[in-house]
């Protein structure tokens, strides 16, 4: 079987935890609209992060940066509609928490009460830390996110792997056990070598979520874009590419505009019809004069 059973009512946060203790992996994917929300429901999914990649593989952008607190919202919103038992995790986009955490407080809350998230994630340690505690006591489940951290990826010196040397990896860990003690329920490892990696997940109470940090993490995250091969971008070595969406999208469009253009579609088939003697009174309106005082009026 390579689905979870589907059962009635949202996964409960605590699941998670006890998830790690069986040992059985918890699959998250990101969606960021009804339809993805939906499938990623029915398909048995766990965890949907409506993640802040959807600057880029949505709305187009080169980065993760531009994505606002409106946008985030309304693909919060969306995805939730469409994910019902999944928990919903919300990303807080650049900007949302940073300048303080009564900001981070009232940002969360509009993800939690205008958008239906179950809980939000926030990327990096540090100055986080305090956020996470601040969203935590304001009663908001935080999910934590260290390693390639892609809002600070120009300070991290670009897109690349991180906790390669011992002292890097002693940071990571120790940034990992941080947000676990400030109160998050789990943490994603981004692009993080995968002993280093395992050597984090065995060291935490909580889950781990691995994005290109190996099996030894407690569950895996993939962009529903990269996986579905939506997105055009250049893809982390770390994506599997699960299907070619973009080619069959573009192949089934392709087809529908040469039928237009053949007038092969809309056939009979796609049509609505009228019944003959209505058909006969309507076209009585072209006929003889009935149609010509009109057209004079
Ligand atoms: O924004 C996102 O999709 C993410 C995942 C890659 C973890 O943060």
Known sequence: MT?????DGKLPLTELADMKARREPIVMVTAYDY??????DAAGIDVVLVGDSA????????STVPATMEEMLMLTRAAARGAKRPLVVADMPFGSFQVSDEEAVRNGVRFVKEA???A?????AGATLSRVMALVGAGIPVMGHVGLTPQSATMLGGFRAQGRTAEKARELLQDARALEAAGCFAVVLEAVPAQVAARITASLSVPTIGIGSGRGCDGQVLVFHDLL???????????????????ETRGALERYAAEVRSGAFPSDEHT???????????EDT??????????ET
């Open 120 to 124: 939000v994630k926030l990327e990096g």
């Open 272 to 282: 609505y019809s009228i019944p003959e003697d209505e058909l006969a009174a309507f």
């Open 229 to 247: 091969g939506l997105y055009d971008g250049k893809a982390p070595r770390f994506v599997k590419r699960y299907a070619d969406l973009a080619a």
């Open 3 to 7: 689905s979870r059973p589907r059962t």
């Open 286 to 295: 072209f006929s003889g004069s009935r149609a010509e005082s009109r057209t």
């Open 35 to 40: 339809p993805s929300g939906r499938i990623a």
């Open 55 to 62: 600057a880029m593989t949505v709305l187009g952008n080169d």
């Open 116 to 118: 239906g998230a179950d």
